[in-house]
């Protein structure tokens, strides 16, 4: 089945504890990106990236940090998680420049404390 | 930068027609499309017109795209209980990086 493959779904943990949440698809798709979701600001981009080796910033990517050194994983680290980034984030793939859309992963509801 | 702009809620009874409406700014859109979430999900591509069509229809739901006003809807016949989700449009321009809307939450009541 073709998705996009986050984990994990649920994380609690603390204030400066570093921390990974993986994303994986398996449609050999070139771009990727991350999104958090808060209430009432919609969807902002975190950091994307247009294939192997290229990321850039998004909208909001203070406090973050991404990798892409194989085309179906894209992890989203944090480093010294805070508070503010209590969050639901989304991983999306698609092909690059069609109209297929973006398949999005189930969500990681991350709270800092 | 672009901006796609929807309000943020909508109330409708079951069995009418939802209308929920986006506008957005990039005159280079390219793709427009309607995202649907439901509770504790990711987002699902619901469908997508393309900027040089004026309406796509799919079943239950149509899409008009008015590209002179910059002004795309989406039309739900027969809303059911199932139907209440949040939707969110989307454009894909130039960049080829898509800008999201806030999201509408659809609420539909008996």
């Known amino acids: 089945e073709a998705q996009v493959t986050q984990n994990p779904r649920y994380l609690i943990t603390v204030t400066g504890k570093k921390l990974t949440v993986t994303c994986s698809q398996n449609?050999?798709?070139?771009?990727m990106s991350w999104y958090r979701q808060d209430p009432g600001l919609g969807l902002r981009q975190i950091y994307y990236?247009?294939?192997?080796?290229?990321?850039d910033k998004g909208d909001v990517p203070e406090g973050y940090k991404v990798s892409r050194k194989e085309k179906r994983n894209f992890p989203l680290i944090l480093e010294s998680p805070s508070p503010n980034q209590t969050s639901l984030y989304f991983c999306?793939?698609?092909?690059?420049?069609?109209?297929?859309?973006?398949?999005f992963g189930s969500g990681t509801r991350l709270t800092v404390v | 930068g672009e901006d796609v702009e929807q309000s943020l809620f909508l109330s409708v009874r079951e069995g009418d027609s939802s209308v929920i409406n986006c506008t957005y700014t990039d005159s280079s859109s390219t793709y427009l499309y309607w995202y649907k979430q439901e509770p504790g999900a990711g987002l699902q591509l619901l469908t997508y017109i393309f900027s040089n069509m004026d309406m796509k229809q799919d079943q239950r739901l149509t899409v008009l795209l008015n590209k002179k006003d910059k002004h795309l809807s989406l039309r739900i016949a027969d809303t059911q209980t199932g139907d209440s989700a949040i939707y969110f449009c989307?454009?894909?321009?130039?960049?080829?990086?898509?800008?999201f809307g806030r999201g509408t939450s659809l609420i539909v009541h008996p």
């Open positions: 449609m050999n798709h070139e771009y």
């Open positions: 989307a454009e894909l321009g130039g960049s080829y990086i898509p800008t």
């Open positions: 990236s247009m294939n192997v080796e290229v990321t």
């Open positions: 999306a793939s698609s092909r690059q420049g069609t109209n297929y859309g973006y398949t």
